[in-house]
C-alpha cells in the first residue's frame, strides 16, 4: 500500500520540500528537481483516494490535459509518474498567494474580482 510523502522525501528526482496546498483532488508540495535544479510543484493524490482505480484515471486524464494547453495562466506539466503505487503530477512553480490569503477577512472587491476573470 502507497503511504503518503512527507517533507524532504523524493519521488525519483524531486524532492518535495513543503506542502503548499490541498483540495479534493490533491496535495501540492513545493518541490525540488536534482537533474534541472530548480523548484517546481508536485501534486500527489490524497491518501484516501491512492485506491480508488477512478480517481488515479481521473488523475491521469488531468495530466494528460494540462500537458496539451500552453497559456501564460496555465502552469506548464513537466512530467507525470507513478513510484510506490502513488501517482504525481509535476508541474511548473509558480510562487504567489492563494486565494484564501487575498481574501483574508472579508470579500474582494467587484473590481478585483472582474480583473481576476479576465
Known sequence: MATQPISGRAL???RLIERIGEGGMGIVYRAYDEHLQREIAVKLLPASVVRDESARRRFR???????????PNIAMVFDF?????MDFL???????????ASLGPGFLQEKKVLQLGL
Do not use: P
Not at 509518474?81 to 503505487?85: A, E, I, S
Open 12 to 14: 525519483g528526482h524531486y
Open 61 to 71: 486524464k488531468e495530466a494528460l490535459t494540462l500537458s496539451k494547453l500552453s497559456h
Open 81 to 85: 509518474d507513478t513510484q510506490d503505487g
Open 90 to 100: 509535476v508541474t511548473e512553480y509558480i510562487r504567489g498567494t492563494t486565494m484564501d
